[in-house]
Structure formats: C-alpha cells, structure tokens
C-alpha cells in the first residue's frame, strides 16, 4: 500500500510519461520560430513570393509578347496605350507600342536573376576564400586580406563600366562584373566567423583525428558559418539588384530587347513628360517593392539567427 | 578636440605610412588595369562604319601615339598624368583635349557633390541624435520611417519622382540644367543624390547613439548631475559618431558613382555627362581620363577617412 506522498509522485511520474519525451531544440527550429514571429518579414516573404511567381508565371497570362509592337496605338500612346484590361495591355504600352505587362515581366525575371546569382557568387567565392584566409592564418592570411582590401579601395563601379564597354554590354558581362566585387564584403565577413571558430574544442579534436585541412574548413568550418552567410547574402540580394538597375538606368546595362526593372525605370523617366506615367510607375513599384521585401527579411533573418539578441 | 596620447605618436605614423603603402598599388592598379582593358577592347576608337584607308589610319595613330607598344604608351601616360597633369587628346571630340574636358565638368560635380556630402552629412547626424534621445516618440518614429524609406529609394529612382513632383506637377523648379549652378537647378540634384546617405547615416548614428547613451560612462556622467546637455554633447557625440566616420569612405564613392545619374537625368553636364557619353562613343582617352581621376579622389579620401579615424579613435593603431 502506498502512502499518499508516494501516491502523488507516482501519480506525477505518470504524467510527466505522458508528456512524452521533450523534444530538444535545434538552432534551426528556435530561428525558425523566430522569424515566423516577425510580422515584418513573414508579409515581406508573402510579397517576395508573389513577386517571384508574377516573374517567372506571368508571362502566362500576358496577351502581347515583349517585342510585339501593336501598330493600333502607336502614336497615340497617351491616349489609347494606358493600361486596360479589354486590350490587353495590363500595365498599358510603350512609347514604342510594346506591351508594358510583358516587358516588366521580363524585367523582374532579370533583375531577381541578377541578384540572387550575384548573391550566390559571393556565397560561394566568399565563404571558400575567407574560411581558408582565417583558418589558415598567418602571412597567407595577411596578404589574402591585403588583396581584399585593394580591390575594396577600387571604386568597382568604373571598373565595372569598363568592363560593358570593352566586352560588349551583355547579361553575361553584368555576370561577370558583378561576381568579381560581390565576394570582397562576405570573404571579411566569413574571416572574421573562422577566426573565432578555430580555436574551438571541436576543431582541435578533428585536427588531433587526422582530418585534413580541406575538409575541415569543408566539413567543421563552413557548416558553423552557415548563419552568417545566410544573412548577409540575404541582405545581397537587393545590393545586387541596385547594382544592375543602375547600369541599365544609365544604358549601360541589359541590351533591348531584354530589359530589367533599372531599363523600364530609365525608360519611364525619359517619357513621363509626355504623361505616359505608367511607365514609370509600374516597374518603380516592383522595384521598391521587392528591395523592401529583401531588406525586411534580411533583417528577420539576422535577427532570428543572432543568438546574441535572444 | 581629439586628444593624441603621448605613447600614440608613432603608431599613428606607423598606421599612416601602412595605409599609404596600400593606395599607391591601388591606384597603380585601377591605373594599368583601366589602360590594359581599354587596349583590349575590340576595334580602335578610329575604327568605324566606313573604313579609313590604312595610310590615313596610321598617320592617325602616330599622331595619337597609338603605334607603340603598350608598355611604352602606358609609361608616357603615367607620365603625362603625374609630370604635367595631362590625361591627352579625347578620341571623339577632335578639337579638346581631356583636360578640357576636365576642366569643364569637374567644377560641376564637385559643387553639387559636395553640397549632397554636407546635406547627407548634417542632416542625417542630426537626424539619428535627435532620433536616438528622444527615443520612441513621433520624432523617433518619423526618423526610423524616413531611413528604412528611403533605403529603397536610390538616386535614380528619386531623381524621375522629384522632377514629376517639383516639375511636372507643381512647375516649381527647372527639370534639368545647370546654368551656372543657380540655386533652383542645385536643389533636385542635390536632393536625390544625398537622401539615401542621409537615410544610412541617420540609421547609423541613431543606433549608435542608443547604444553610447546606454554604456556605464554615461551613466556616471548622469549620477554627477550634469546637465543633459553636455552629457549629449561633451560625452556621447564623439563615440557615437565614430562609426558614422567609417561610413564616409563608401558614401563618397557612391555619391561619385551617383553622379552619373545626377548628370543623365538633369542634364546638368558634369564629368558624369562626359563618362557615360564616352562609354557609349569608346571614347577611351575620356573613359581613363576620368576613370583615373576620380578614382584616385575616392582612394585618397578613403585614406584621409582612415587616418582621421585611427586619430580620434587610439584602438585602431595598434
């Protein structure tokens, strides 16, 4: 027979096993839970989904391809080019007649491709070069970091100018122009991360077990940089799109008959004298919109994966 | 005034000569990479629809210096640059020189840029202080909003939004122009090219602002019993500020980039207009001219920001 004190911690021991097991917390699912959280961030995900799907399935829905040119218009943009539904022109028409629906879904598909491959170049240059640079250290260290900060001290945009004009003006250039400055910012960064990680207890014990130093950066370095490099080239993206819209503002950029949002921005701000103001509101609207977006989730996401403020 | 430390005088001119030691290759760099990329683009700047008879083209080309070899064309630009000041003849405008070309555009930029520098500067310094101690109140919030606004409001995108507002709609200001930097031409492009600097420097000074006014040393000065006053501008503006000085550098660069934007869309003829005209022409001679020039203002302003943070700040010299 149990005495009643015994009673009620069995009767305790019962429920706590009917609990079940706790379940422990990853870092991934605590940040998770904390960018759900974030209001900000979650409608910014929401409009950053649309915006992707308006890109890439818009096209479905359009009733002119980009380069059409609809002769019925064409010289009385003004009064018969604003956007309607009946004549298929959604966002209304060019100065040249083109179907502006079309053309900023062509531009939005260039300019979120340009900065999400431009963020990725420097997730994958700046991670492998900064792990290596700090894990390293010492005197390869100190001139790898040496050649960061020179190219960091070039103003890139000239270099990247130059660029377009000696090897023609091309989507592939904007590629490889990009890629050649994006990294600098994110190999510091990934440094920095691999300075303070290496004197960690796990790294001594993979380097007493023999693992080489490739696969320790590979395997035990990069996965605990993960975080970081996340945020920042979350927080890349819009920088690269900025970037892009920039040079194609200036005609330097994307060639006709491909645009991007900095292309249509340009065009817009050349023919708004002429009252044809959807040209610049529509592609000005993605634009901000979508750099809003980035900016908002870059932000959750940093504050989700920063322990430091929980 | 900063006060320089008696055991700080020569690892501050140990810090200077380091950060020297890295803008000469800099510059040497954006030097011979801009010459080299030039010399191989495709086609020469006399290259065109209808082709010259080759004794024409290189009795051109003599004239231009264009038969050397590259090396050699390379060393005497550097030269003329470092020696005379002489960037050479422009291949498009026959009858000027780039110089001309300098002297004609560089004034331009600089009035307005600088006036955008100190807009930026002081407006978003007081901005972010006035923002940080009056924290979570109207002003707070106006200033937050106006920063994370106009983070996605880069200058060509505030450029087309004024001239419709001010221009188009109210008729208030000129759309574009320079005349001889009139104060109504001066506003919009000073406008659109300061406020998303403002906009960072107002979130930088706010936060770290917040962050000084948080620290022990503050709290002392408070437990003193001085007045608010002087706790805010003889104790907490000079920490706070300090990562706003390291935000100058990239701020001047991108001023000086925006002002290819400032000059397409206002037409107000600066070395912009000229840079991104050439670009379209391959007037190489103009492209390097200011490729070089303005390079080598922001790798010195960058090293004068560097060396005017490693004084104030002692922690940065060692």
């Known amino acids: ?310 | 005034m900063p006060q320089l430390h008696d055991w700080g005088w020569e690892k501050m001119l140990n810090f200077m000569i380091r950060r020297i030691a890295i803008a000469i290759p800099t510059l040497l760099i954006l030097v011979v990479a801009s010459f080299l990329l030039m010399h191989a683009a495709p086609g020469g700047p006399f290259t065109s629809e209808r082709p010259l008879p080759p004794q024409v083209l290189a009795n051109i080309e003599a004239k231009y210096g264009l038969n050397q070899s590259i090396p050699v064309q390379m060393w005497n630009y550097i030269v003329g640059i470092v020696t005379q000041f002489d960037f050479g003849p422009s291949f498009q405008y026959k009858d000027r020189t780039v110089n001309d070309i300098i002297a004609q555009g560089f004034p331009i930029t600089f009035t307005y840029g600088i006036l955008s520098f100190l807009v930026a500067v002081v407006a978003g310094g007081a901005l972010g202080i006035s923002a940080a101690i009056r924290q979570n109140t109207w002003l707070d919030y106006f200033a937050v909003g106006v920063s994370i606004g106009a983070q996605v409001l880069p200058n060509f995108v505030m450029a087309p939004i004024l001239i419709l507002i001010f221009t188009l709609w109210l008729g208030w200001l000129p759309g574009g122009g320079w005349n001889s930097g009139q104060w109504q031409h001066l506003i919009m492009p000073v406008i659109a090219l300061s406020t998303s600097y403002m906009a960072s420097i107002a979130r930088l000074t706010r936060s770290s602002m917040l962050e000084v006014l948080r620290s022990n040393f503050i709290r002392t000065a408070r437990a003193k019993g001085l007045p608010e006053r002087s706790i805010i501008l003889r104790h907490a503006l000079k920490p706070a500020l300090l990562p706003v000085i390291s935000y100058l550098g990239p701020a001047f660069v991108g001023m000086i980039t925006g002002s290819f934007i400032i000059d397409s869309v206002f037409g107000t003829g600066g070395l912009g207009y000229f840079f991104v005209n050439s670009a379209f022409n391959r007037d190489y001679a103009v492209m390097m001219g200011v490729t070089i020039l303005l390079g080598a203002l922001t790798v010195m302003f960058n090293m004068v920001v560097d060396i005017l943070y490693a004084w104030i700040d002692p922690k940065i010299r060692l």
């Open chain 1, 1 to 310: 027979m149990l005495n009643p004190t015994q009673k009620k911690t069995a009767e305790m021991a019962e429920n706590l096993a009917a609990l079940g097991e706790i379940k422990g917390r990853s870092l991934w699912a605590d940040a998770r839970n904390r960018f759900v959280r974030n209001k900000a961030a979650m409608v910014s995900l929401v409009v950053l989904i649309l915006v992707a799907v308006f890109a890439f399935l818009g096209d479905t829905f359009a009733q002119w391809s980009n380069e059409e040119i609809d002769w019925n218009i064409l010289g009385n943009i003004k009064a018969a080019g604003g956007p309607s539904i009946e004549s298929g022109h959604f966002f209304g028409a060019d100065d040249m007649g083109r179907d502006l629906y079309s053309r900023v879904v062509q531009g939005s598909q260039i300019s979120l491709m340009v900065g999400v491959v431009g963020s990725l170049i420097a997730v994958v240059v700046g991670t492998l070069y900064g792990a290596f640079a700090g894990y390293v250290g010492g005197r390869v260290d100190s001139i790898m970091m040496r050649i960061v900060d020179i190219l960091m001290s070039i103003p890139y945009m000239f270099v990247l100018i130059l660029l377009l004009v000696v090897f023609g003006r091309s989507i592939f250039m904007i590629f490889v122009g990009i890629g050649l400055i994006a990294w600098l910012d994110m190999s510091r960064i990934v440094r920095g991360q691999t300075l303070s990680l290496k004197n960690k207890e796990f790294i001594e014990a993979a380097i007493a077990t023999g693992v080489s130093t490739p696969t320790i950066i590979l395997r035990h370095i990069v996965p605990n940089l993960l975080g970081v490099v996340v945020v920042y080239a979350t927080l890349l993206v819009p920088v690269m799109i900025l970037t892009e819209s920039f040079i194609s503002f200036l005609g330097l950029g994307v060639q006709e008959p491909l645009t991007s949002w900095g292309a249509l921005i340009s065009e817009g701000t050349s023919t708004m004298q002429y009252g044809t103001l959807w040209q610049l509101g529509f592609p000005l609207f993605f634009f901000v919109v979508t750099l809003f977006a980035f900016f908002f989730i870059g932000d959750g996401l940093r504050d989700a994966l920063d322990p430091k403020d929980r």
